[in-house]
């Protein structure tokens, strides 16, 4: 059965999701982002199963390498905003505004 | 059993533009390896700008050799057919004259590993050093950009849109003033465009398990065999929706947009503003007419609502915007309310189809082409401290500066969209094609549909008063004593914002020329 597969990944995908938008340190929030590909990677990996092709095992492989490409520029540009601000909060990068 | 695995054919000619502006990004990575650092500009600069110019070339050479291809190529993973020919084209000129931009002195910052006000940087600016990656990564964003909207299916759209996104993250922290602001628009450009790709994963991979294929034309297919109200269906298109429409700023995702765009050096918001918004246009026209043709029912009123929305949010928030790029930010929100529009105006037959994509891409081009002659103007207003930002500070500037003040004034002009400008064609196309649409028996929405045209109509005529707004107060108020300085423009800038305003100008008093070849690039829709 491939459904429990489906609502775990669902789960995962909402989780990430809520910790977007809850969490404040930007590295967690990154994480969060990271915990939302996963998520469509096991959805990929699921249906590849369901549907009998590998389309979706292939597709998974890809959304590592991007996912993995975007960890190197994202904790560079956190990295950066740590450095000037002695801060990750998302809530005190706050100049731009209205 | 053992699958027997096909040599895969690519088509190396139709694809060599792609190839070529790639390839060019990665010899500027070695570049930036190997050479000597003061020898990496002048390698850089000329390399950049003749892969562009060859790219440029060889759609030209495609287009007029004739030999558009007639269904997808690299074993259907992009499909380079007309709209995507004239994307390409309009992408690949817009990227020259923002390359243009960006080589101008004084925009990226010398070392942005360094602290913002500590001895490092004080250090790095002393010494002159900067950073030649910006080229590269310019050029891996067009590359993206190239790819995003010819991508025929979905797994080859995210992977495009995440190398056009990815290198632009980057580029709108490396800001030489303000740096505070620059880093600030990348974080929240970055974690929200992240966000944003997410859901157009997830919905990628929803729409996967109802077809079976994530190429476009299967979805398509496997929705006129199966059931076209599986949960499946609606959840993927839903969130496939949400990442194509964060990238083109409309509401109720535009938030970024005002802050990415302010924050970010300013060749570089002008690469987003007219590029990405092309690019994403065309991404966003593939996905909704190829792959969910078949399901206009159930997309067309929400884009109804989304469109109605993005021109309403973009009009009336700039007129509160005291911030000139601010206020043109929220302005290209209100263009991508107006683009929508025409994704609206899909007809039952191909020849109306066709209408309503002329009418897209000739908006495309005349609007991107303005946007980047717009911040080429913001370039070159400065105080000590950068650009003036600060619109009370562009007081007066018609009496200090008469030129750029009235370059400016017509740019703004052409946004309004009055008559005698390429603005005023654009709109008039779209909104014809959403009329005739509308007025074409059996069309779903019909009457709603006009009444979307009368709210487009009634923007047009708020985003209009706040450009005038502009105006008045360039020509008709006092300049301060302590104005902000006319920087003296280097040629780069000079020819950037004059093939803005040739185009502007052109294309306002003899429009047939492109709307002619929009129409020969429309005319064959999209290939599934």
């Known amino acids: 059965m491939t459904t429990h597969y489906l609502i775990l990944s669902g789960l995962l995908f909402a989780i990430g999701a809520m910790g977007v938008l809850i969490r404040r340190n930007a590295i967690v929030v990154f994480m969060c982002v990271e915990l939302m590909l996963n998520a469509c990677n096991l959805a990929f990996v699921t249906f590849a199963r369901q549907v009998g092709n590998l389309e979706g095992q292939i597709i998974a492989f890809f959304v590592m390498v991007v996912a993995a490409a975007e960890v190197v520029v994202g904790l560079a540009i956190i990295v950066t905003i740590f450095r000037t601000r002695r801060s990750a909060s998302v809530d005190d990068a706050n100049l731009l505004k209205y | ?154 797994l080859t759209m995210f992977v495009g849109l995440e190398v056009m996104s990815l290198p632009l993250y980057l580029l709108c922290g490396l800001a030489r003033r303000r740096r505070l602001l620059s880093q600030e628009a990348s974080l929240k450009y970055f974690l929200l465009g992240a966000f944003s790709s997410a859901f157009f994963l997830y919905g990628t991979a929803m729409l996967y398990g109802y077809a079976g294929t994530v190429s476009l034309a299967g979805i398509s297919q496997a929705m006129s065999t199966g059931g076209a ?189 009055i008559p005698l400008t390429s603005g005023f064609f654009g709109k008039y196309a779209v909104f014809t094609a959403a009329l005739g649409s509308a007025t074409e028996a059996g069309d779903s929405l019909g009457n709603w549909l006009t009444g979307l045209v009368v709210v487009g109509v009634i923007a047009s005529a708020i985003a209009a008063f706040f450009y005038v707004r502009v105006i008045v107060l360039m020509f008709f108020s006092e300049p301060a004593a302590d104005g902000p300085t006319i920087a003296i423009p280097s040629a780069g800038t000079v020819a950037v914002i004059a093939v803005s305003l040739l185009v502007t100008v052109g294309v306002g008093l003899y429009p047939e020329p492109v709307l002619d070849l929009a129409q020969q690039a429309a005319s064959g829709l999209f290939v599934r």
């Open chain 2, 1 to 154: 059993m053992n699958p027997v695995i096909e040599t895969p054919t690519i088509e190396y000619g139709t694809l060599a533009p792609l190839l070529l502006v790639f390839a060019a990004a990665i010899v500027g990575v070695l570049v930036e390896a190997f050479a000597p650092r003061y020898l990496r500009k002048s390698i850089q600069v000329p390399l950049t700008l003749l892969s562009l110019v060859g790219a440029f070339a060889l759609v030209i050479l495609t287009v007029v050799g004739g030999d558009v291809p007639s269904e997808p190529v690299a074993m259907g993973a992009l499909a380079v057919d007309g709209p995507a020919l004239f994307i390409w084209g309009v992408i690949l000129v817009l990227s020259v004259v923002c390359v243009l931009l960006i080589n101008d002195e004084g925009h990226f910052v010398a070392s942005a590993a360094a602290v913002p006000g500590s001895a490092d940087e004080e250090e790095a600016e002393r010494s002159g050093s900067a950073h030649t990656e910006v080229y590269p990564l310019a050029l891996f964003a067009v590359g993206g950009m190239l790819m995003f909207p010819a991508a025929n299916d979905l």
């Open chain 2, 229 to 417: 109200l599986d949960p499946l269906l609606l959840i993927g298109f839903a969130l496939l929706g949400v990442g194509l429409l964060f990238k083109i700023g409309a509401a109720p995702f535009q938030a970024w947009k005002p802050d990415v765009y302010q924050g970010a050096p300013t060749p570089i918001t002008a690469l987003m503003a007219s590029g990405t918004l092309v690019a994403a246009v065309g991404a966003l026209l593939r996905v909704f007419w190829v792959a969910l043709g078949n399901l206009d029912w159930n997309w067309r009123p929400v884009i109804w609502v989304v469109a109605a929305l993005t021109m309403i949010v973009g009009a009336v928030l700039a007129i509160t915007q005291t911030d000139i790029k601010r206020m043109l930010a929220y302005s290209s929100i209100a263009h991508a309310g107006f683009l929508l529009v025409g994704v609206m105006a899909t007809y039952a037959t191909p020849e109306g189809n066709a209408v309503s994509l002329q009418a897209i891409l000739f908006y495309l081009l005349v609007y991107g082409i303005t946007t980047v002659g717009a911040f080429a103007v913001v370039t070159l207003v400065r105080d000590p401290g950068g650009e003036a930002g600060h619109l009370s500070r562009w007081a007066g500037l018609g009496k200090r500066s008469p030129i750029l003040a009235g370059v400016f004034a017509f740019f703004l002009l052409a946004f309004a969209g």
